[in-house]
Every structure is written in C-alpha cells, then in structure tokens.
C-alpha cells in the first residue's frame, strides 16, 4: 500500500499519520488506486477483514492531544515570580516580627493571585477540547454491500461515506459523486458562503478553500448530497493538522509580566543592597550590636516592600474587565487586560468581524442602466437609486429593473423573517439578499408568490450553475426565471431587455459589466426570463438552454460594519496598524478594504505569493501590505509571529477553529462570541460578545486606561515605601536609638494606604488623550527615568516632612509614642494630599474635574481618615501600635506640612510642561 505512516517502527494507533495530502489533484480514480482500492469497493465498501486492518494500522479517527502539565505543576508555576517571591519574603519578614494578621494578610494575596492564575491557565487548556468536540459523532458508510450508520471514531481510509444535507463531515473525504453539494467551510477557510462542491481533480497549489474535490472534517453539508472515500482521519485531517498546531504554539508572555518582573528584580537587589549597606554601617560606624542593626534593617525592607502591589494590579485589572464587558469585550485571561493597552497591531477576520456577515444587494446593472441600493445586512430599510443620484426611485417608472427584481424575488427558495426586531435568512445568503432587495424597492413578497404561483422549477446544482423556476399568473401568463453564473446565463440568452425594447444580447457589455463589478469585490449574479405558453406545466433542462432573455446582473457583497469604519480610523489615529487576514479572495477583501479606508488598501498578498517568501523578504511586506486573503492556518501563525518577532504586540481576531493556532500565539488573540467556534474561543483571551471590530478598539482604550491606572498606583504607593525607607535610614545613618515609626507601624500604613488610596486610583476615568498617542513601546521598562525622579523627588519630601517633624515633637519634650504618632499620621496625610497629583502624570489637578473626577478618590479619603482617627485615638489600637492621643495643635501643623506635597508636585509638573521639549514629554510622560 503507498499511503505511509510518519516513522519506520509502527508507533501507537493514535500517534498513526497518514501523510498524503494533495488528494484535491488526484481523480476519484487515481485516489482508488492510492488506496489500494478495488473498483468494486465503490458499489460495496469495505469488508470486515478490510476495516480490522486499516483500523489497527492507522488507529482511530479521533484527535490526541500531548500530555500537559499534572495540576500540581501548574499551581507551583503560578509561585514562579520575583514579585511574589519579594511577596512572600516580606510575609516570612512579617511573621518573623510576630505581626501574625499582617502576614496572614500578605500570605493570603500570594495564594489568591495563584489560584487565580491556576484557574485561567486551566481554562486556556480547554481549546484543544474544544476542537475536539466539533468532529462528528457518527457516519453513514457503505460496507459489505450495506448502509450503515456507525461512530465517526471508527471510521478508516477507504471507507466509502455518504453525505447529505445537515451532516458534519466525518473525515477528509474525496469527493466522487455529488448532487448540488454545497459545503459550509468557514471554520476551516474564513470564507462566510457555503461552497459548491464537484468531483474534479484541482491544481495541487489549490488552497484549502479552492479544493472543491474535498469535503474536510468538521464542516457542515449546508445542501445536496455527496459520496466520497475517506482519505484522512484522526490527526492527520486537516481539523488535525491545526490540533497539532495549537498544542504547539507557545503562550507569549504579557507585556506587563515581563515588566514587573524586571521591575521586581530591580527592586529585590535594591532593597537587600540597602539594607545591608544598613546593617554594616549601624555595626562598623555606630557601634550598635548586630541583633538591634538586624531588627533595623528588617524594619528598612519591610519599609521598602510594597505589599499591596500585587493586589492593588490584580484589582485594576479585574475592574478593566468590568468595564471592558460593559463594552462587550469579554476577557477570559486576567493580563490580557493590560496587554490590550499596548496593542500596536491589530490582524483582523474579514467576515462578521469586519463586515456584518450578512450578504447585500449592492449593485444592479440593466442594459444601459445602472442602479445601486442602501442599506445592509437583510434588514429591507433602504432605497434604490439610479446611478450617481441620490433620489430614491420609483420602482413603476424603470419597468426592466423591476422585471429583474420580481423574478429575482419568484426564483429564490430563501425566506426572510424577522425576530426580536433582527432581520433573519433562512436559506440561501444571497437568496435572503435579493428578497431584502426586493422590499426595499416596494415589492410584497406574499402578494409577488401568490400572483405569479410557482408550478416547477430545476434546482441549483454546481453541475449546471443555475436555478430556474416555472410561474403563472392569474391572467393566463406563464414565465421562467433563471438566475445563476453570469457567464453561464449569459450562453443561454438570445436577447435583452432594455428601456426600448427586447434587443439581441449584447454580449461584450454585459461581460464588461461582470469584469467591472468582480473588480469593485461583488459577487454577481444574472438573472433572465422567458415567456413560455400557459399550458406548460413542467420545467426541463431543453426549456432553459435557449430563448433566455436577459434582465440584470446583480451585485452582491457583505458590507462593512458602520462602526467597524470609525473604529478603524480611530485605531489610525490611536498609532495602531490595522491589518485584515482573511480566507477570502483577493479582490473582495481589496474591496472591503478601500470602504474601510485602511492604510493600504491597494496591495493583496495571497497565501500562494506567501509560499514563495522566506521569513526575512516576509518580514518587510507584512509591514507594509495591509490585506491578506485566500490564507491557511499556518500561513496566519506565520504572520503573527514575524510581527511579534520585529517588537510589535499583536492582537488577533477569529471566529472558526482555522484561526485557533494564530490567536493562541498572538499577544491578544480575540474570538468572537455570536458566530465563533469554541476552538476560537478557548484558545483566545478575549471575546466579543457582539462580534464587531468596534469593540476591540474600545477595549485597547480600557487596556491602555489600566495600564496608565497602573502606573499611577506604583508612582502612588513606591513613594511611601521610599519615604519609609529613607526615614528609617537617615535615622541610622544619623546615630538615633530609636526609630521613628516602629516596623508594625510601618506595616499598618503600607496597608491601610494601599486597601484605602491606592486602590482607589483603579478605578480612575481615561484620560482625553488615551486614543490620541501611539502604543507604548513594549520593551520599555515599566517606569522611566523620568518616573523613577518623581518617586524619589516625592520619597524626599515625605522623608523630610515625616522626619522634621519627629524631631519637632521630641525637642519640644514629648514622648517617644507621640512623636511617632504624629510621624505616622503625617506620612498618612502626605500620601492623601499626594493622591491627588497623582491622578494624572503631568497634567494640572488643582481645577474641579482633577480634585472631584473620581469620587473613590474622596470615599477612600473619609475611609482612611477614619482609620486613622481609630489608629490614633482608640485604646485597643493604641496597645496594639504604640500610639498615643495628639492635640488639635499638632493636627493643624501635620497638615500644613503635609500639604506641601501637593504644592510642591503641582509646582514641578508645570516646570515640565512649560520648559520641557515637546519631544521629551512625548517620550517620558506618554
């Protein structure tokens, strides 16, 4: 037998690949003859013997999947952070102190952010699942002679398999004998109508989508019926084939993650350089013993750690994904949310993400005559206008257009039917897309099929390419209507008719009017009549082959979403490249691209002109060309990666399980949640509830809103530590016994601050400018020099502010427990008036929007003054923290002092914005 396996040694059954894969170029006869077939297999099927050996050397048609990680793995991966492991020191820290609560509290944020992120992993492993699912359960088979339906698992090559309309395909089949097949493959091609299928051998270059020989598995027969031998099962059908590829693709770390993980070992090295920089000059220089210098510079460290961030990022991100579902953007993958937000490339599906996947009636073109219809999808609100004008018609008044129109409503076997105010088609698409036209242009379609009642008609089949039907009227008139391909009609006419009457065809225009509505991305169809005698009650193929008078070409497309043109240009306008990667052909998507107004919409790339380019000649056009079509899985994953490869964060849009292996790799793969495959969704990190490209841009802007929210709650809250820090240093460094605020102390405003005010910054509103700057670049580290300034700038101010006013206490005779109570609530008072400069980076916040925009900014505030009045003033907290009851006096000189901050901060932002280059501020304050 030449069909082989993929090794010499005989793997397991389920490991068995069958390799052969150009069956679309073999005849049905040469494909027997492949298979070691007898010619008596087509009229018997298999024998019992036959099945046993085929299935046990190429096992069952089932898809495997790889073993992955034991459950244990993936929950000790989720420790697997620096973050977390300066998370967890600071609780052992913690603990080490006995502040048992605190560390309880630390302990649990490590265990909630790794259940989390064990729970999402978890849930990505599912798309292979997924795709499993879409094969078909059962089949229809010929074997020793009988029909028999049997598990689709069981399923060898060489079986013969009958199909018919409503079935899932079982297997690769080559085709051998159809009838008016039609196939709907737009899960494996992206191509939104169901393609007619035939028997003919095809070029062995022909894409999946131009393989009209073969039914692969996992389709649905949407008409007709078909027979055919199974050539592929299991993994190695094309369904398969992106199995193996999702298991293959890596997951690409988020932006985000790579940045806090530098961030984070910056920040450990930091803090063990300093405090043991502490440690040793305590000991060498002032001679203190080395357990008071230990306990010292655990309390620097414990200053230094901000154990709220981990929760404070997890909490903006959860609420990104709040406001993103408010826009029908559905995030399954927590960082997603983030990453969105540095989006530089958007690689989008054509059909129904791009366009509404409702077939229209765009363009008609008469004798001499050319005509053109508002309105989209089968919604029939809408006008039809005579070419370049914008009146509305009278349908009464162009006699051929509306002959063209009725026929086309009488010879159709689709309905229209409305539902929840949606307009819906069942049957044909561009069936439905005549009938929408026809009652824009005033027909009824009741009243049309009850005065011209149909008495026979000849089905469409892929064979002869048309549809004809036979009508009465009650006035003793009999026509037929056809309509079909336009150059097989066009055979078939002897005549036209046009404004002066019934003329010969004039088969040069109408085959320029065909070229030029191809070229403008239509679809186009040709309708025709003829007049027969009133006792004819049947309909045959002798009837239709001549004397056809020709009405009208009509032009067909799915149109672009509305708000997908907005949402594009907002993308322009926002530095993000929009790219559409379709399994359609050339020109459609050309066109589709032009009304879109994408960046370049006079360049296609095809996936037969991407065969012939290695990676590096690749890499430049997929830079600049911004439409490809008729492309494979592989041939998407390809370009996902080569953009990512040149630094660009990509997201990924896709609805059928052909695009599963591009969205797992790409940075944001999106799915869409009405018409998507569970493929799709399982193996992206979002979903559009809606399935419209305006969403996504909705959601960059949410992503870029967190990611700035972000931002701000690090340059909130490093601060503080920093001013712990410096505190507890300079009181070292400066010979004092004892310290100003006691380690318990400085946990209790390290978290009291960060549940209270800088939580309150997640919920910040996005900024004006969001959608006006270009995507940041993703290899900057997470916070810049300029960044870096303003945390020690404000770290300094806290430190002198805190520390001054320590000293202020002691020199005028208090205690060491007030002092350090007014050290504390002056700190706690810096970082409120800090919060709020912190609200924006550079922009002004003393005007009404900057103190009131966000009213948890003044619920956190109330909070915390609260907690603090209980820090200071209650008993039971007085013994737990060593704090003491202070004057009214000492309040008013804490907020005199510490509402230099918000002075001081304002002052400099408006140094930058007025002597800074604009150059500079673009590249430090974006």
Request: one cysteine or more; proline letters at 3%; a negative charge.
């Amino acid at each position: 037998m030449s069909q082989v396996v993929a090794s010499t040694s005989p793997p397991p059954k389920e490991t068995q690949v069958q390799v052969q894969e150009s069956w679309h170029a073999m005849t049905p006869e040469q494909a027997f003859e492949t298979l070691e077939l007898a010619k008596e297999v087509t009229d018997k099927g298999l024998s019992k013997a036959q099945v046993q050996q085929r299935l046990a050397q190429f096992g069952a048609n089932e898809l495997t999947t790889s073993e992955g990680k034991s459950p244990l793995m993936r929950f000790l991966d989720q420790f697997h952070n620096v973050l977390i492991y300066v998370l967890i020191g600071a609780g052992v820290m913690t603990a080490a102190l006995q502040h048992w609560i605190d560390a309880g509290v630390i302990f649990a944020v490590v265990l909630v952010n790794a259940i989390i992120g064990f729970i999402q992993e978890g849930k990505a492993e599912n798309a292979l699942k997924a795709i499993r699912q879409m094969l078909s359960s059962n089949a229809i088979v010929l074997r020793d002679g009988k029909h028999l339906t049997i598990k689709a698992a069981n399923l060898v090559p060489g079986d013969i398999v009958l199909l018919q309309s409503g079935d899932k395909v079982p297997a690769d089949i080559r085709l051998f004998k159809v009838k008016g097949l039609q196939v709907q493959e737009a899960a494996l091609t992206g191509e939104s109508l169901a393609i007619s299928k035939d028997t003919l051998a095809v070029n062995e270059q022909a894409v999946l989508g131009d393989r009209l020989s073969m039914a692969y598995s996992g389709t649905i027969i949407t008409h007709g019926q078909g027979t055919g031998v199974v050539v592929a099962t299991g993994m190695s059908t094309q369904i398969g084939h992106i199995s193996a590829l999702v298991a293959n693709v890596d997951n690409v770390t988020t932006p985000l993650l790579k940045q806090m993980a530098q961030f984070g070992h910056w920040l450990t090295l930091g803090i063990l350089v300093i405090a043991a920089i502490n440690f040793v000059f305590g000991v060498l220089v002032h001679g203190y013993s080395m357990t008071d210098m230990f306990l010292a510079s655990v309390s620097l460290a414990v200053a230094a750690i901000p154990e709220g961030l981990p929760a404070i990022m997890t909490i903006t991100l959860a609420i990104g994904v709040q406001r993103m579902a408010k826009r029908n953007a559905i995030i399954r993958k927590l960082p997603a949310v983030e990453t969105l937000g540095a989006v530089s490339v958007i690689c989008s599906d054509k059909t129904g993400t791009l366009t509404r996947n409702e077939m229209t009636l765009s363009s008609i073109a008469c004798y001499q005559q050319g005509f053109s219809l508002s309105g989209a999808g089968y919604d029939p609100h809408g006008d039809v206008f005579l070419e370049n004008s914008t009146v509305p018609l009278q349908l009464e008044q162009y006699p051929v257009l509306q002959q063209a129109l009725q026929a086309a409503v009488l010879c159709n076997d689709a309905s229209l039917s409305q539902e929840d105010s949606q307009w819906c088609v069942s049957g044909d698409p561009m069936e439905g897309a005549l009938l929408t036209a026809g009652m824009k242009s005033g027909l009824d379609l009741d009243f049309e099929a009850k005065a011209f009642p149909r008495t026979d008609f000849i089905p469409f089949e892929s064979e002869h390419k048309f549809m004809a039907s036979l009508h009465h009227s009650h006035h003793g008139q009999a026509f037929i209507y056809l309509k079909g391909a336009p150059e097989k009609v066009l055979e078939m006419c002897e005549s036209q008719l046009s404004t002066t009457g019934e003329s010969p065809v004039d088969k040069a225009y109408w085959l320029k009017q065909i070229e030029y509505l191809a070229q403008q991305g239509q679809r186009v169809l040709a309708i025709a009549v003829k007049q027969v005698e009133q006792e004819q009650r049947e309909l045959d193929f002798e009837h239709v082959e001549q004397g056809m008078v020709m009405l009208a070409l009509f032009g067909l497309i799915d149109p672009p979403r509305e708000e997908a043109i907005a949402a594009v240009a907002r993308c322009t306008k926002a530095g993000i490249q929009v790219k559409m990667i379709t399994g359609d052909h050339g020109i459609t998507a050309l066109a589709i691209a032009k009304q879109l107004k994408l960046a370049n919409s006079s360049q296609v790339l095809t996936g037969q002109e991407l065969d012939t380019l290695d990676d590096e000649s690749l890499a430049y056009q997929v830079l600049n060309i911004d439409v490809f079509a008729r492309v494979t899985p592989e041939h998407k994953l390809r370009l996902v990666r080569l953009l990512q490869e040149q630094g660009l964060i990509v997201a990924m849009t896709g609805d059928g399980v052909n695009d599963a292996p591009a969205l797992k790799r790409a940075d944001v793969g999106t799915a869409m949640g009405q018409n998507g495959t569970e493929a799709a969704k399982e193996a992206a990190e979002m979903v559009l509830a809606d399935d419209n490209f305006a969403s996504i841009s909705h959601a960059v802007e949410q992503g870029r809103t967190v990611y700035d929210n972000i931002k701000k709650a690090i340059i909130f809250i490093l601060p503080t530590n920093g001013g712990e820090a410096l505190i507890v240093l300079a009181a070292v460094l400066l010979g004092f016994t004892q310290l100003p605020m006691t380690p318990v102390q400085i946990l209790w405003v390290n978290m009291i601050t960060a549940v209270t005010l800088a939580l309150s910054l997640a919920f910040e509103p996005s900024e004006k400018s969001v959608m006006q700057r270009p995507p940041r670049n993703a290899a900057d580290p997470l916070l810049s020099g300029y960044l870096l300034w303003r945390i020690g700038f404000v770290s300094l101010i806290l430190m002198l502010g805190t520390f001054g006013l320590f000293l202020w206490e002691q020199a005028q005779g208090h205690g060491i427990n007030l002092a350090r109570t007014v050290a504390v609530n002056t700190l706690v008072m810096f970082e409120i008036f800090y919060l709020f400069s912190a609200r924006y980076i550079s922009a002004p916040v003393l005007n009404w929007r900057g103190l009131t925009g966000n009213y948890y900014v003044l619920i956190a505030i109330a909070v915390l003054v609260v907690f603090q009045l209980l820090f200071t003033y209650s008993s039971p907290m007085q013994t737990l923290f060593g704090t003491t009851d202070i004057s009214l006096a000492m309040w008013g000189r804490i907020i005199l002092v510490s509402s230099s901050v918000l002075v001081l901060v304002e002052l400099e932002k408006y140094l930058i914005r007025r002597f800074a280059s604009h150059a500079w501020q673009k590249r430090h304050l974006s």
